[in-house]
Each structure stands twice: as structure tokens, then as C-alpha cells.
């Protein structure tokens, strides 16, 4: 059973109407419907959302993930403009960009990256825009591809502690990631680089401290830090339910490390307060 810290009121529909309608018009998703996020009302309300790009369908299997898996259809080309064109009509102030993986394209996806923060800045100057990326199977010309662009921040989670990746994130690799965000720092310095991981698989603290310790070595300026929620039967379950208390801790520990905003609590999510997240610590 879930603790009393963990129970939040989820938004009255009729306040989310008109997003939901723009989107299904739009053909859209959202990470933050298709995770059934508890933030999302919240979210919505100060004008940002996490839009999903490259289909629902993920080339890989990680074992907290409620994506469906297998092989993915063509890539569909009007998305971009798409939206853009939602993006503008719900007047969205701060956008995260993110995707399924797609192992399957030869740049990963990059390219689709590109077009979607074109599509968006041509109808939306002033509106800042967050990348989620996937690792690109640690092909750096598909993240420099993506960096070219300059989004505001460039997010790539690792999830969790290295020892728990063969349950958790099986096709990934945690050195490739730390690189990935290593890579982005250096060759565009400017970008603000984001991370987060979850806690509640099974970590010890001195890991999740050597975690934060390792985000920091490689120049990552912003990092979230969540609760596990087991979202489907077959997923992995919660070792554990970390009390509140515990997520202060790790938050102190990151700012004490030079981290320069961190964003620790059971219902932070990668997304959550992204926007006040960059605006805080320009
Ligand atoms: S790569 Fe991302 S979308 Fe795909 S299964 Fe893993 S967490 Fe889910």
C-alpha cells in the first residue's frame, strides 16, 4: 500500500479540457497523459508540457517502463508542424521535447529533433524548449546534431544507479549516458544540461551519492530525483517508498555538490517545474 505522502489530488477534468482537445485534434500525445502523470493539471497550468515525438511504439525494453515495445512504424512526417501548431494554440511558455527510443533509425531520431525545434521556434520565438533524449546508441554526431539547434536545455536521464542497470535498463549503458551529457557540456557550454533518476528500485544511499557525485563530474547542471511507481503489474515493483526526508537529503547533498538546482520529492518527475527549473538559475 502506498504511504500517505504519496497521495495526491488528481486535477478536476473540466480544467484540462481544452488541452486534451487540442490535443486529440492535433493527433498528439503528451508524456505527461500517456504516463497518467500526477503533476499534469499543475503542469498545464503555468503553460508546459512534455510532447512525445517518434510514436509510442520504443525499440527497448526498460524494466520501470509502461511504453509499449516492439518494432516501430514509419516515422510520421507532418508531426513536427503538428506540433508546433498545438504548441502555439495552447500557448505554451515552456516545452519538453522527448521520444521513444528508436534504435531502428539510423540517427536515432536526431533528425526529427531538428525539424520539431525548427517547426516550434518558426511560430513560437520566445518560447523555451527542453530536449529529452534518448542515448543515440552513444553516436555523437546524432547529439551534436540536436545541440546545433541550441534548445535551452538538453535533458538525458539515467534513471538510476549503475549496479541496478541490467533490471532496469537493460539495453542502455550508464557509462554512455554520463558521456552523453559529458559531450554536451563541453562542446556547447551555453546549453544547460539536465539529468534525473528514480529512487525506490533497490538503491543503497552511498550509490545514490556516488550517482549524484557522477552527474556532477560531468558538468550536468540540473537534476531531478523522483519515487519509483510500479506502473503496470508486469513492470518491477517498489523495493521501497522513500520518505520525504530522505528526498530533502539528496537535495542538499546535490547543491552542496555545485549542482544549480535540484529538484527532489516523491512526485518530482523529469519534467516537473522544468520551466522554473531554467528560469531560476540563469
Ligand atoms: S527507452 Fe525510454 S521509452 Fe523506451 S522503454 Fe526505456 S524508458 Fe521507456
Not at 114 to 119: G, K, L
Not at 193 to 217: A, Y
Request: aromatic letters at 6%.
Amino acid at each position: 500500500m502506498k504511504p500517505p505522502w504519496l497521495k495526491k489530488r488528481i486535477p478536476p477534468a473540466q480544467d484540462l479540457e481544452k488541452i486534451k482537445s487540442i490535443l486529440r485534434e492535433t493527433t498528439l500525445h503528451t508524456v505527461c497523459e500517456e504516463a497518467r502523470c500526477p503533476n499534469l493539471g499543475e503542469c498545464f497550468s503555468k503553460g508546459t508540457a512534455t510532447m512525445l515525438i517518434l510514436g509510442r511504439i520504443c525499440t527497448r525494453d526498460c524494466g520501470f517502463c509502461a511504453v509499449e515495445h516492439g518494432r516501430p512504424g514509419p516515422v510520421d512526417q507532418g508531426e513536427p508542424q503538428r506540433i508546433a501548431h498545438a504548441v502555439k494554440k495552447m500557448s505554451l511558455r515552456y516545452v519538453v521535447i522527448t521520444s521513444v527510443t528508436r534504435d531502428d533509425l539510423p540517427d536515432g531520431g536526431a533528425s526529427y529533433f531538428v525539424r520539431t525545434i525548427r517547426a516550434i521556434r518558426s511560430v513560437a520565438r520566445t518560447i523555451k524548449i527542453e530536449v529529452l533524449v534518448p542515448d543515440f546508441k552513444g553516436d555523437p554526431s546524432s547529439l551534436e546534431e540536436v545541440l546545433e539547434e541550441s534548445p535551452d536545455v538538453l535533458n538525458h536521464n539515467v534513471e538510476t544507479i549503475p549496479r541496478l542497470y541490467p533490471r532496469v535498463r537493460l539495453q542502455a549503458d550508464y557509462e554512455r549516458s554520463l558521456d552523453l551529457l559529458k559531450r554536451s557540456k563541453e562542446r556547447y557550454p551555453h546549453i544547460l544540461t539536465k539529468s534525473g533518476f528514480m529512487l525506490g528500485l533497490g538503491e543503497r544511499e552511498e550509490e545514490v551519492i556516488n550517482l549524484i557525485c557522477d552527474l556532477r563530474r560531468m558538468g550536468c547542471d540540473l537534476l531531478t530525483i523522483g519515487q519509483y511507481l510500479q506502473p503496470r503489474a508486469d513492470r518491477l515493483p517498489v523495493a521501497r517508498y522513500i520518505p520525504p526526508e530522505e528526498f530533502e537529503q539528496y537535495k542538499k547533498i546535490g547543491e552542496e555538490m555545485g549542482f544549480r538546482s535540484v529538484a527532489s520529492g516523491p512526485f518530482v518527475r523529469s519534467s516537473f517545474h522544468a520551466s522554473e527549473m531554467f528560469q531560476n538559475h540563469l
